[in-house]
């Protein structure tokens, strides 16, 4: 089984948002476990993704000041997971993505 966590700067109801909320089904479907990350406490959508067994968790940043602590949070979080792919979703989610590490690694 393929493992694959998404991190988004929140789950609020907007675009990329929703466009992940609807496609979880599709990829579940083929096999794929899915994580969600949002970096701020936004989760107006996380209902609803753990409702299909999606495992959702949060960093809780303010979008306005990055916090080191929680990005190294982010870290710990990858290595205990050992997602096959990290998918980013819009420019906040992406600077995370090389501070933390490669998957499986």
């Known amino acids: 089984m393929i493992k694959v966590m998404h991190v988004i ?12 909320c609807r496609s979880l089904p ?10 969600i990350v949002s ?24 979008k306005n000041a990055p916090n080191p602590l929680r990005v190294m949070r982010l870290a710990r979080w990858i290595r205990e997971s050992k997602p096959d ?4 979703w819009m420019y906040h989610a992406k600077p995370g993505r090389g501070s933390c590490g490669t998957p499986g690694g």
């Open 9 to 20: 700067t929140t789950l609020g109801p907007a675009g990329a948002e929703t466009m992940l």
């Open 85 to 88: 792919i990290i998918q980013t």
């Open 26 to 35: 599709a990829w579940m479907a083929r096999g794929l476990k899915i994580e």
């Open 39 to 62: 970096l701020t406490g936004v989760l107006d959508l996380a209902e609803s993704m753990e409702a299909i067994g999606v495992r959702v968790r949060t960093l809780g940043m303010n």
